[in-house]
């Protein structure tokens, strides 16, 4: 479950199927620079809002785990970009095999999981818009959260424990810290990761068909029925369009989830498969295709890390309760956005709420 780096072969001994090349120790660690810092600050803001906002929907509840994943994974960025930049001493390195990389594979799959949860909520409140919750549901929600991340610290722990090994040389790869049974472990570990992903992006796919088949049911009722009134006075019929418009902008909203999701975690998923079969049938590849995997997982690895990036967007798009916080902690007009979120104003109260649950219900 750790980063599988490869340091420069000794002096000398120089193989051509070295990975330091320019997209290893220039390109990603400065991708990796700016990302930690525009990470920060927006976790942090993220961190900051939603600790002046109670835990009152199952919605919220994920979304507050999803921000201490962020936060963990942004602060493993500068250990990866010491190491894959060479800039990084011995000790550190090996405190990136042990612990570091395994934090930021932990964070992604409690991000992974969380996701899942997130889409089946959302698909709930898209069937059953007017179900609400109590202090029951919510309870369980934290027990079920809090036995997530237990079960994948448990899952993780012996990769940092069994990861033991003193490095021969100060080029090394991490698994050659490994004992014995660490290797078998992080086998273990990576059919877990393995059934965890594909188990999560089945439910992801079931819930926003399910979404998408209720939300077009809405568009055509609410097609038939804007067609079927009234058309002769043009300001209400502007004003018909521009409900409609709203609305279908909020609908729309809901999808972000699922972008995120298949931009941050699909591509590394379906590029680590050929790149674990080159790392362990070797024989069956050579140099420059080794190389191209290697290269294709760190890509898709870096949009994996994008995820740290792109979750306040769904914050500030499907949490009312956070736009309206943050805005009223930089002092700005509740209906600041509008034209993005597609509401005409946060505080309007005299209408139904949308199925988008922008309310953070």
């Given at each position: 479950m750790e980063r599988n780096t490869t340091w420069p072969p000794l002096p000398g001994n120089r193989s051509s199927c070295s990975r330091d090349n320019v997209l290893k120790t220039v390109v990603f660690p400065v991708l990796y620079s700016f990302l930690?810092?525009?990470?920060?600050?927006?976790?942090?803001?993220?961190?900051?809002?939603?600790?002046?906002?109670?835990?009152?929907?199952?919605?919220?509840?994920?979304?507050?785990?999803?921000?201490?994943?962020?936060?963990?994974?942004?602060?493993?960025?500068?250990?990866?970009?010491?190491?894959d930049s060479n800039m990084a001493s011995t000790g550190l390195r090996i405190f990136v095999c042990r612990v570091s990389s395994v934090l930021f594979y932990l964070t992604m799959y409690i991000s992974i999981l969380f996701f899942g949860l997130i889409s089946i909520d959302r698909c709930r409140k898209t069937l059953k818009p007017f179900r609400g919750t109590n202090s029951t549901r919510l309870a369980r929600r934290k027990l079920l959260s809090g036995g997530m991340w237990t079960f994948l610290l448990i899952l993780c722990l012996p990769n940092v424990i069994l990861t033991s090994k003193i490095p021969t040389s100060h080029y090394f790869k991490c698994s050659e810290l490994k004992t014995a049974a660490g290797l078998f472990w992080h086998e273990v570990v990576n059919y877990v990761c393995q059934v965890i992903?594909?188990?999560?992006?089945?439910?992801?796919?079931?819930?926003?068909?399910?979404?998408?088949?209720?939300?077009?049911?809405?568009?055509?009722?609410?097609?038939?029925?804007?067609?079927?009134?009234?058309?002769?006075?043009?300001?209400?019929?502007?004003?018909?369009?521009?409900?409609?418009?709203?609305?279908?902008?909020?609908?729309?909203?809901?999808?972000?989830?699922?972008?995120?999701?298949?931009?941050?975690?699909?591509?590394?998923?379906?590029?680590?498969?050929?790149?674990?079969?080159?790392?362990?049938?070797?024989?069956?590849?050579?140099?420059?295709?080794?190389?191209?995997?290697?290269?294709?997982?760190?890509?898709?690895?870096?949009?994996?890390?994008?995820?740290?990036?792109?979750?306040?967007?769904?914050?500030?798009?499907?949490?009312?309760?956070?736009?309206?916080?943050?805005?009223k902690t930089l002092k700005l007009s509740p209906g600041t956005c509008s034209w993005l979120t597609g509401r005409g104003s946060d505080t309007d109260t005299g209408s139904t709420p949308p199925r988008d649950s922008s309310d953070c219900t």
């Amino acid at each position: 479950m750790e980063r599988n780096t490869t340091w420069p072969p000794l002096p000398g001994n120089r193989s051509s199927c070295s990975r330091d090349n320019v997209l290893k120790t220039v390109v990603f660690p400065v991708l990796y620079s700016f990302l930690f810092l525009l990470g920060m600050t927006l976790n942090g803001v993220a961190v900051w809002v939603f600790f002046r906002i109670p835990s009152r929907s199952h919605f919220i509840i994920y979304l507050k785990n999803i921000v201490v994943a962020d936060v963990i994974m942004t602060f493993t960025f500068p250990f990866k970009v010491l190491s894959d930049s060479n800039m990084a001493s011995t000790g550190l390195r090996i405190f990136v095999c042990r612990v570091s990389s395994v934090l930021f594979y932990l964070t992604m799959y409690i991000s992974i999981l969380f996701f899942g949860l997130i889409s089946i909520d959302r698909c709930r409140k898209t069937l059953k818009p007017f179900r609400g919750t109590n202090s029951t549901r919510l309870a369980r929600r934290k027990l079920l959260s809090g036995g997530m991340w237990t079960f994948l610290l448990i899952l993780c722990l012996p990769n940092v424990i069994l990861t033991s090994k003193i490095p021969t040389s100060h080029y090394f790869k991490c698994s050659e810290l490994k004992t014995a049974a660490g290797l078998f472990w992080h086998e273990v570990v990576n059919y877990v990761c393995q059934v965890i992903f594909w188990g999560n992006l089945v439910t992801v796919v079931i819930c926003y068909t399910l979404i998408t088949k209720e939300l077009y049911k809405s568009y055509t009722r609410t097609m038939a029925h804007s067609t079927g009134g009234p058309i002769s006075r043009a300001p209400s019929g502007r004003s018909t369009r521009n409900a409609n418009q709203s609305k279908r902008q909020m609908n729309a909203n809901v999808f972000l989830v699922l972008a995120v999701f298949f931009v941050c975690f699909v591509p590394f998923h379906f590029a680590r498969v050929p790149y674990t079969l080159s790392q362990t049938r070797g024989v069956l590849f050579d140099c420059e295709l080794k190389l191209f995997f290697f290269q294709l997982k760190e890509s898709t690895l870096f949009l994996s890390s994008l995820n740290s990036l792109l979750d306040p967007l769904i914050y500030f798009f499907l949490c009312k309760s956070f736009r309206m916080t943050l805005f009223k902690t930089l002092k700005l007009s509740p209906g600041t956005c509008s034209w993005l979120t597609g509401r005409g104003s946060d505080t309007d109260t005299g209408s139904t709420p949308p199925r988008d649950s922008s309310d953070c219900t």
